[in-house]
Protein backbone atom coordinates (compact mmCIF):
# COMPACT_ATOMS: atom_id res chain seq x y z
CA UNK A 1 0.00 0.00 0.00
CA UNK A 2 0.94 3.65 -0.79
CA UNK A 3 1.42 5.34 2.42
CA UNK A 4 -1.18 9.35 2.68
CA UNK A 5 1.92 10.82 3.07
CA UNK A 6 2.98 9.70 -0.32
CA UNK A 7 -0.18 11.33 -1.82
CA UNK A 8 0.00 14.58 -0.58
CA UNK A 9 0.49 16.48 -3.86
CA UNK A 10 -3.01 15.60 -4.35
CA UNK A 11 -4.20 18.03 -2.19
CA UNK A 12 -3.10 20.63 -4.81
CA UNK A 13 -6.31 21.25 -6.92
CA UNK A 14 -4.74 22.14 -9.73
CA UNK A 15 -1.86 19.38 -9.69
CA UNK A 16 -4.64 17.10 -9.28
CA UNK A 17 -6.65 18.50 -12.47
CA UNK A 18 -2.96 18.10 -14.59
CA UNK A 19 -2.83 14.43 -13.51
CA UNK A 20 -6.26 13.64 -14.40
CA UNK A 21 -5.50 15.70 -17.74
CA UNK A 22 -2.60 13.40 -18.33
CA UNK A 23 -4.00 10.30 -17.47
CA UNK A 24 -6.90 10.97 -19.97
CA UNK A 25 -4.98 12.18 -22.93
CA UNK A 26 -2.50 8.96 -22.30
CA UNK A 27 -5.60 6.49 -22.16
CA UNK A 28 -6.03 7.63 -25.91
CA UNK A 29 -1.72 7.73 -26.81
CA UNK A 30 -1.07 4.66 -25.78
CA UNK A 31 -3.96 3.00 -27.91
CA UNK A 32 -3.13 5.40 -31.25
CA UNK A 33 -0.03 3.29 -32.53
CA UNK A 34 -2.03 0.26 -32.76
CA UNK A 35 -4.56 2.24 -34.60
CA UNK A 36 -2.38 3.81 -36.43
CA UNK A 37 -0.64 0.84 -38.02
CA UNK A 38 -3.59 -0.70 -39.04
CA UNK A 39 -5.04 2.17 -40.15
CA UNK A 40 -2.20 2.97 -42.89
CA UNK A 41 -1.84 -1.44 -43.47
CA UNK A 42 -5.18 -0.72 -44.75
CA UNK A 43 -5.21 1.26 -47.54
CA UNK A 44 -1.21 0.46 -48.11
CA UNK A 45 0.48 -2.88 -47.06
CA UNK A 46 4.01 -1.56 -47.21
CA UNK A 47 5.98 -1.18 -44.47
CA UNK A 48 7.61 2.18 -46.56
CA UNK A 49 4.37 3.96 -45.86
CA UNK A 50 3.92 3.22 -41.51
CA UNK A 51 7.78 4.41 -41.74
CA UNK A 52 6.78 7.26 -43.03
CA UNK A 53 4.11 8.10 -40.97
CA UNK A 54 6.23 7.36 -37.93
CA UNK A 55 9.38 9.46 -39.06
CA UNK A 56 7.21 12.52 -39.55
CA UNK A 57 5.72 12.33 -36.48
CA UNK A 58 9.16 12.19 -35.01
CA UNK A 59 11.39 14.05 -37.35
CA UNK A 60 10.39 17.55 -35.82
CA UNK A 61 10.81 16.63 -32.46
CA UNK A 62 15.03 17.55 -32.65
CA UNK A 63 14.98 20.98 -33.45
CA UNK A 64 11.36 21.87 -32.04
CA UNK A 65 12.61 20.46 -28.67
CA UNK A 66 14.76 23.73 -28.11
CA UNK A 67 12.23 26.18 -29.24
CA UNK A 68 9.80 24.82 -27.13
CA UNK A 69 11.87 25.58 -24.32
CA UNK A 70 12.36 28.80 -24.82
CA UNK A 71 8.41 29.50 -25.26
CA UNK A 72 7.69 27.67 -21.57
CA UNK A 73 10.04 30.56 -20.31
CA UNK A 74 8.69 33.08 -22.34
CA UNK A 75 4.79 32.56 -22.54
CA UNK A 76 2.36 31.30 -20.11
CA UNK A 77 2.81 27.11 -19.67
CA UNK A 78 -0.99 26.66 -18.77
CA UNK A 79 -1.71 28.24 -22.19
CA UNK A 80 1.33 26.23 -24.25
CA UNK A 81 0.06 23.26 -23.11
CA UNK A 82 -4.12 23.52 -24.05
CA UNK A 83 -2.76 24.71 -27.10
CA UNK A 84 -0.51 21.30 -27.16
CA UNK A 85 -3.45 19.52 -26.63
CA UNK A 86 -5.98 20.78 -28.69
CA UNK A 87 -3.39 20.62 -32.01
CA UNK A 88 -3.42 16.78 -31.73
CA UNK A 89 -6.97 16.82 -31.10
CA UNK A 90 -7.50 18.00 -34.50
CA UNK A 91 -5.12 16.72 -36.09
CA UNK A 92 -6.00 12.88 -34.91
CA UNK A 93 -10.08 13.75 -35.25
CA UNK A 94 -8.93 14.10 -38.91
CA UNK A 95 -6.91 11.12 -38.77
CA UNK A 96 -10.34 9.42 -38.04
CA UNK A 97 -12.09 11.22 -40.66
CA UNK A 98 -10.27 10.45 -43.29
CA UNK A 99 -10.12 6.75 -42.14
CA UNK A 100 -13.81 6.28 -41.86
CA UNK A 101 -14.61 7.99 -45.12
CA UNK A 102 -12.04 6.05 -47.41
CA UNK A 103 -10.36 8.66 -48.18
CA UNK A 104 -6.88 8.09 -46.24
CA UNK A 105 -3.75 8.76 -48.07
CA UNK A 106 0.19 8.01 -46.38
CA UNK A 107 0.65 11.39 -47.75
CA UNK A 108 -2.17 13.27 -45.77
CA UNK A 109 -1.81 10.70 -42.51
CA UNK A 110 2.03 11.70 -42.78
CA UNK A 111 0.92 15.72 -42.73
CA UNK A 112 -1.43 15.22 -39.68
CA UNK A 113 1.57 13.00 -38.23
CA UNK A 114 4.17 15.61 -38.38
CA UNK A 115 1.65 18.58 -37.16
CA UNK A 116 1.03 16.75 -34.02
CA UNK A 117 5.15 15.90 -33.63
CA UNK A 118 5.57 19.54 -33.62
CA UNK A 119 2.90 20.16 -31.06
CA UNK A 120 4.26 17.54 -29.14
CA UNK A 121 7.93 19.01 -29.58
CA UNK A 122 6.21 22.75 -28.67
CA UNK A 123 4.85 21.24 -25.57
CA UNK A 124 7.09 19.45 -23.37
CA UNK A 125 8.85 21.40 -22.18
CA UNK A 126 6.16 23.15 -20.69
CA UNK A 127 5.00 19.95 -19.37
CA UNK A 128 8.05 19.54 -17.63
CA UNK A 129 8.47 22.91 -16.44
CA UNK A 130 4.63 22.93 -14.90
CA UNK A 131 5.09 20.93 -11.38
CA UNK A 132 6.90 23.78 -9.24
CA UNK A 133 3.90 26.03 -9.66
CA UNK A 134 1.83 23.49 -8.95
CA UNK A 135 2.84 22.07 -5.64
CA UNK A 136 5.10 22.85 -2.95
CA UNK A 137 8.83 22.74 -2.77
CA UNK A 138 9.14 19.67 -0.90
CA UNK A 139 6.60 17.36 -3.11
CA UNK A 140 8.05 17.74 -6.62
CA UNK A 141 9.18 14.11 -6.32
CA UNK A 142 5.64 12.61 -4.91
CA UNK A 143 4.45 14.70 -7.81
CA UNK A 144 6.77 13.18 -10.41
CA UNK A 145 6.40 9.61 -9.42
CA UNK A 146 2.49 10.18 -9.54
CA UNK A 147 2.33 11.94 -12.89
CA UNK A 148 4.14 8.85 -14.59
CA UNK A 149 2.27 6.19 -12.57
CA UNK A 150 -1.03 6.07 -14.66
CA UNK A 151 1.04 6.15 -17.81
CA UNK A 152 2.80 3.32 -16.96
CA UNK A 153 -0.10 1.66 -15.78
CA UNK A 154 -1.46 2.43 -19.45
CA UNK A 155 1.33 1.25 -20.80
CA UNK A 156 0.90 -2.53 -19.44
CA UNK A 157 -3.08 -2.59 -20.54
CA UNK A 158 -2.79 -0.01 -23.68
CA UNK A 159 -1.74 -2.22 -26.64
CA UNK A 160 -4.36 -5.06 -25.65
CA UNK A 161 -7.06 -2.99 -25.08
CA UNK A 162 -6.37 -1.01 -28.70
CA UNK A 163 -5.78 -4.19 -30.52
CA UNK A 164 -9.49 -5.41 -29.32
CA UNK A 165 -10.87 -2.14 -29.95
CA UNK A 166 -9.55 -2.35 -33.57
CA UNK A 167 -10.66 -5.93 -34.18
CA UNK A 168 -14.14 -5.06 -33.23
CA UNK A 169 -14.84 -1.56 -33.95
CA UNK A 170 -12.28 -0.35 -36.52
CA UNK A 171 -9.59 1.73 -36.13
CA UNK A 172 -11.12 5.18 -36.81
CA UNK A 173 -12.90 4.72 -33.54
CA UNK A 174 -9.76 4.34 -31.41
CA UNK A 175 -8.40 7.09 -33.84
CA UNK A 176 -11.36 9.41 -32.66
CA UNK A 177 -10.71 8.11 -28.75
CA UNK A 178 -7.27 9.88 -29.19
CA UNK A 179 -8.85 12.70 -30.38
CA UNK A 180 -11.25 13.08 -27.86
CA UNK A 181 -8.88 12.25 -25.01
CA UNK A 182 -6.78 15.61 -26.28
CA UNK A 183 -9.73 17.40 -26.04
CA UNK A 184 -11.05 16.61 -22.74
CA UNK A 185 -7.42 16.87 -21.35
CA UNK A 186 -7.25 20.60 -22.90
CA UNK A 187 -10.21 21.45 -21.38
CA UNK A 188 -9.42 20.31 -18.00
CA UNK A 189 -5.82 21.75 -18.36
CA UNK A 190 -7.83 25.49 -19.03
CA UNK A 191 -8.86 25.42 -15.88
CA UNK A 192 -5.67 25.72 -14.14
CA UNK A 193 -4.83 28.71 -11.83
CA UNK A 194 -1.00 29.31 -12.64
CA UNK A 195 1.11 32.35 -13.11
CA UNK A 196 2.58 33.52 -16.18
CA UNK A 197 6.13 34.76 -16.22
CA UNK A 198 6.93 38.49 -16.83
CA UNK A 199 6.93 40.10 -19.52
CA UNK A 200 10.05 40.22 -21.02
CA UNK A 201 11.83 42.80 -24.37
CA UNK A 202 14.50 40.47 -24.61
CA UNK A 203 15.01 38.30 -27.37
CA UNK A 204 13.93 34.75 -28.35
CA UNK A 205 17.86 34.70 -29.33
CA UNK A 206 18.85 36.11 -26.24
CA UNK A 207 16.56 33.28 -24.48
CA UNK A 208 17.79 30.66 -25.65
CA UNK A 209 21.67 31.65 -25.14
CA UNK A 210 20.29 32.55 -21.78
CA UNK A 211 19.42 29.19 -21.54
CA UNK A 212 22.21 28.00 -22.74
CA UNK A 213 24.45 29.62 -20.50
CA UNK A 214 22.30 28.33 -17.82
CA UNK A 215 22.74 24.56 -18.83
CA UNK A 216 26.25 24.66 -19.73
CA UNK A 217 27.32 26.49 -16.33
CA UNK A 218 25.55 23.84 -14.42
CA UNK A 219 28.17 20.39 -14.93
CA UNK A 220 25.72 17.93 -13.10
CA UNK A 221 23.27 19.00 -15.92
CA UNK A 222 25.47 18.73 -19.17
CA UNK A 223 27.88 16.04 -18.13
CA UNK A 224 24.29 13.61 -17.32
CA UNK A 225 23.10 14.78 -20.53
CA UNK A 226 26.18 13.71 -22.14
CA UNK A 227 26.32 10.10 -20.47
CA UNK A 228 22.46 10.11 -21.86
CA UNK A 229 23.48 10.29 -25.60
CA UNK A 230 25.53 7.49 -25.20
CA UNK A 231 23.29 5.35 -23.35
CA UNK A 232 19.64 6.83 -24.28
CA UNK A 233 21.36 5.80 -27.88
CA UNK A 234 22.74 1.97 -26.79
CA UNK A 235 19.68 1.19 -24.87
CA UNK A 236 16.98 2.11 -27.94
CA UNK A 237 19.22 0.29 -30.36
CA UNK A 238 20.08 -2.78 -28.46
CA UNK A 239 16.29 -3.50 -26.75
CA UNK A 240 13.94 -2.12 -29.44
CA UNK A 241 16.52 -3.01 -32.43
CA UNK A 242 18.24 -6.17 -31.28
CA UNK A 243 16.30 -7.51 -28.51
CA UNK A 244 13.45 -8.83 -30.98
CA UNK A 245 15.89 -9.85 -33.23
CA UNK A 246 17.49 -12.03 -30.66
CA UNK A 247 14.12 -13.26 -29.31
CA UNK A 248 13.01 -14.20 -32.89
CA UNK A 249 16.21 -16.27 -33.90
CA UNK A 250 15.71 -18.18 -30.66
CA UNK A 251 14.42 -20.25 -28.41
CA UNK A 252 12.33 -17.42 -27.21
CA UNK A 253 10.25 -16.45 -30.30
CA UNK A 254 7.97 -13.56 -30.30
CA UNK A 255 5.10 -14.27 -27.81
CA UNK A 256 8.08 -14.42 -25.21
CA UNK A 257 9.57 -11.07 -26.12
CA UNK A 258 6.02 -9.81 -25.67
CA UNK A 259 6.06 -11.31 -21.72
CA UNK A 260 9.42 -9.68 -21.53
CA UNK A 261 8.32 -6.09 -23.07
CA UNK A 262 5.35 -6.69 -20.17
CA UNK A 263 7.68 -7.41 -17.46
CA UNK A 264 9.51 -4.01 -18.67
CA UNK A 265 6.23 -1.90 -18.17
CA UNK A 266 5.58 -3.69 -14.69
CA UNK A 267 8.97 -3.07 -13.70
CA UNK A 268 8.26 1.21 -14.70
CA UNK A 269 4.96 0.53 -12.45
CA UNK A 270 6.71 -1.00 -9.47
CA UNK A 271 9.79 1.82 -10.20
CA UNK A 272 7.12 4.70 -9.54
CA UNK A 273 5.63 3.32 -6.96
CA UNK A 274 9.31 3.52 -4.98
CA UNK A 275 9.80 6.94 -6.14
CA UNK A 276 6.69 7.20 -3.97
CA UNK A 277 7.94 5.65 -0.54
CA UNK A 278 11.39 6.43 -1.36
CA UNK A 279 12.78 9.94 -0.91
CA UNK A 280 17.19 9.60 -0.91
CA UNK A 281 19.54 12.54 -0.06
CA UNK A 282 22.28 12.59 -2.52
CA UNK A 283 19.17 11.68 -5.40
CA UNK A 284 21.90 12.23 -8.27
CA UNK A 285 23.75 9.53 -6.94
CA UNK A 286 20.84 7.53 -7.17
CA UNK A 287 19.56 8.59 -10.31
CA UNK A 288 23.34 7.79 -11.70
CA UNK A 289 23.02 4.29 -10.18
CA UNK A 290 19.52 3.49 -10.88
CA UNK A 291 20.41 3.47 -14.77
CA UNK A 292 22.67 0.72 -14.45
CA UNK A 293 20.32 -2.05 -14.68
CA UNK A 294 19.45 -1.21 -17.82
CA UNK A 295 22.29 -3.65 -18.70
CA UNK A 296 21.03 -6.28 -17.45
CA UNK A 297 18.52 -7.40 -20.05
CA UNK A 298 21.81 -7.19 -22.39
CA UNK A 299 23.76 -9.64 -20.68
CA UNK A 300 20.48 -11.88 -20.35
CA UNK A 301 20.09 -11.88 -24.47
CA UNK A 302 23.73 -12.39 -24.82
CA UNK A 303 23.95 -15.41 -22.60
CA UNK A 304 20.70 -16.98 -24.01
CA UNK A 305 19.16 -16.86 -20.54
CA UNK A 306 15.73 -18.51 -20.26
CA UNK A 307 12.84 -16.56 -20.50
CA UNK A 308 12.33 -16.42 -16.27
CA UNK A 309 15.84 -14.67 -16.36
CA UNK A 310 15.30 -12.37 -19.07
CA UNK A 311 11.81 -11.16 -17.77
CA UNK A 312 13.18 -10.40 -14.32
CA UNK A 313 16.01 -8.72 -15.72
CA UNK A 314 13.25 -6.49 -17.86
CA UNK A 315 11.98 -5.79 -15.00
CA UNK A 316 14.87 -4.94 -12.80
CA UNK A 317 15.85 -2.56 -15.79
CA UNK A 318 12.60 -0.83 -15.61
CA UNK A 319 12.34 -0.37 -12.14
CA UNK A 320 15.65 1.41 -12.31
CA UNK A 321 14.75 3.58 -15.30
CA UNK A 322 11.39 4.98 -13.71
CA UNK A 323 13.50 5.41 -10.56
CA UNK A 324 16.53 7.58 -12.63
CA UNK A 325 13.70 9.66 -14.68
CA UNK A 326 11.84 10.74 -11.50
CA UNK A 327 15.29 11.35 -9.62
CA UNK A 328 16.71 13.66 -12.73
CA UNK A 329 13.23 15.64 -13.13
CA UNK A 330 12.71 16.48 -9.58
CA UNK A 331 16.18 17.44 -9.19
CA UNK A 332 16.31 19.74 -12.18
CA UNK A 333 12.69 21.28 -10.42
CA UNK A 334 14.31 21.91 -7.07
CA UNK A 335 18.18 23.38 -8.09
CA UNK A 336 16.74 25.69 -11.14
CA UNK A 337 15.09 28.52 -10.98
CA UNK A 338 11.50 28.37 -12.53
CA UNK A 339 12.12 30.94 -15.17
CA UNK A 340 14.49 28.51 -17.15
CA UNK A 341 13.51 24.88 -16.26
CA UNK A 342 11.95 25.02 -19.79
CA UNK A 343 15.25 25.95 -21.51
CA UNK A 344 17.24 23.57 -19.61
CA UNK A 345 14.77 20.43 -19.38
CA UNK A 346 14.36 21.47 -23.66
CA UNK A 347 18.71 21.34 -24.04
CA UNK A 348 18.53 18.01 -21.72
CA UNK A 349 15.78 16.30 -23.80
CA UNK A 350 17.15 16.98 -27.71
CA UNK A 351 21.24 16.40 -26.35
CA UNK A 352 19.75 13.00 -25.43
CA UNK A 353 17.52 11.98 -28.22
CA UNK A 354 19.99 13.57 -31.16
CA UNK A 355 21.92 10.44 -30.80
CA UNK A 356 19.17 7.81 -31.48
CA UNK A 357 18.98 7.99 -34.74
CA UNK A 358 23.03 7.50 -35.33
CA UNK A 359 22.94 4.59 -32.63
CA UNK A 360 20.25 2.67 -34.65
CA UNK A 361 22.06 2.62 -37.61
CA UNK A 362 25.71 1.84 -35.74
CA UNK A 363 24.41 -0.95 -33.45
CA UNK A 364 22.55 -2.08 -36.58
CA UNK A 365 26.03 -2.16 -38.88
CA UNK A 366 28.03 -3.51 -36.09
CA UNK A 367 25.44 -6.70 -35.03
CA UNK A 368 25.67 -7.05 -38.63
CA UNK A 369 29.46 -7.71 -38.62
CA UNK A 370 30.46 -8.42 -35.04
CA UNK A 371 27.93 -10.51 -34.56
CA UNK A 372 24.44 -9.63 -32.26
CA UNK A 373 25.66 -11.24 -29.16
CA UNK A 374 28.99 -8.78 -28.78
CA UNK A 375 27.40 -5.82 -29.74
CA UNK A 376 24.58 -6.26 -26.64
CA UNK A 377 28.10 -7.21 -24.65
CA UNK A 378 29.56 -4.18 -25.47
CA UNK A 379 26.48 -2.36 -24.98
CA UNK A 380 26.17 -3.37 -21.69
CA UNK A 381 29.36 -2.14 -20.71
CA UNK A 382 29.54 1.10 -22.62
CA UNK A 383 26.59 2.15 -20.94
CA UNK A 384 27.33 1.03 -17.82
CA UNK A 385 30.87 3.10 -17.95
CA UNK A 386 29.12 6.30 -19.22
CA UNK A 387 26.92 6.16 -16.32
CA UNK A 388 29.63 5.36 -13.44
CA UNK A 389 31.99 8.19 -14.82
CA UNK A 390 29.48 10.70 -13.14
CA UNK A 391 29.95 9.16 -10.25
CA UNK A 392 33.47 10.96 -10.20
CA UNK A 393 32.00 14.39 -10.59
CA UNK A 394 31.54 16.31 -7.36
CA UNK A 395 28.70 18.33 -8.72
CA UNK A 396 26.81 15.15 -9.00
CA UNK A 397 27.67 13.75 -5.23
CA UNK A 398 26.85 17.36 -4.32
CA UNK A 399 23.23 17.56 -5.48
CA UNK A 400 21.08 16.83 -2.82
CA UNK A 401 17.17 16.55 -2.64
CA UNK A 402 14.86 19.41 -0.67
CA UNK A 403 13.25 17.72 2.26
CA UNK A 404 9.47 16.22 2.37
CA UNK A 405 8.01 19.01 4.02
CA UNK A 406 10.92 21.84 3.94
CA UNK A 407 10.55 24.56 6.64
CA UNK A 408 11.32 28.10 6.11
CA UNK A 409 15.00 27.58 7.16
CA UNK A 410 15.29 24.78 4.31
CA UNK A 411 13.63 26.95 1.92
CA UNK A 412 15.76 29.61 2.54
CA UNK A 413 18.56 27.62 2.81
CA UNK A 414 17.53 26.20 -0.93
CA UNK A 415 17.16 29.32 -2.57
CA UNK A 416 20.58 30.76 -1.12
CA UNK A 417 22.02 27.62 -2.92
CA UNK A 418 20.55 28.23 -6.05
CA UNK A 419 22.41 31.96 -6.07
CA UNK A 420 25.55 30.14 -5.68
CA UNK A 421 25.11 28.17 -8.39
CA UNK A 422 23.12 30.93 -10.70
CA UNK A 423 24.83 33.96 -9.56
CA UNK A 424 20.74 35.45 -9.08
CA UNK A 425 17.91 35.38 -6.84
CA UNK A 426 15.85 32.40 -7.62
CA UNK A 427 12.68 34.95 -8.80
CA UNK A 428 15.31 36.72 -11.21
CA UNK A 429 14.93 36.24 -14.71
CA UNK A 430 17.91 36.40 -16.56
CA UNK A 431 17.65 39.21 -18.65
CA UNK A 432 20.10 41.49 -20.10
Same mark, same amino acid.
Given at each position: ?22 ? &? ?26 ? &? ?380
Amino acid at each position: MVRQGSLSAMRHKPFTLFLLARL &ISMSGTAMAPVALAFAVFGFDSSPASLA &IVLAANTAPQFVLLLVGGVIADRFSRQRVIVIGNVVPAVTQGCVALLVATGTATTGRIALFAALAGCASALTQPAMNSLLPQLVGPGELQQANALMRLPGNVIRILAPAVGGALVAFFGPELTLGWDAASFAVAAILCSRLDVSGPAKTTASVFRDFKDGWKEFSRLSWVWTYTLSGTVVVALWLGGYQLLGPVMAGNSHLGAPSWGVVQGAFAAGLLLGGIVSLKWKPSRIMVVCVCANLPLALPFLALAWGAPLAVLAGAAAMAGIGLDIAIVCWNTAVQEQLPTEVLGRVSSLSSAGELMSVPLGYLVVGAAATSLGTESVLLWSAVLMTLASLVLLLAPSVRAVRRLPADPGPAAVAAGDQDRRSRTGRAPDQVARP
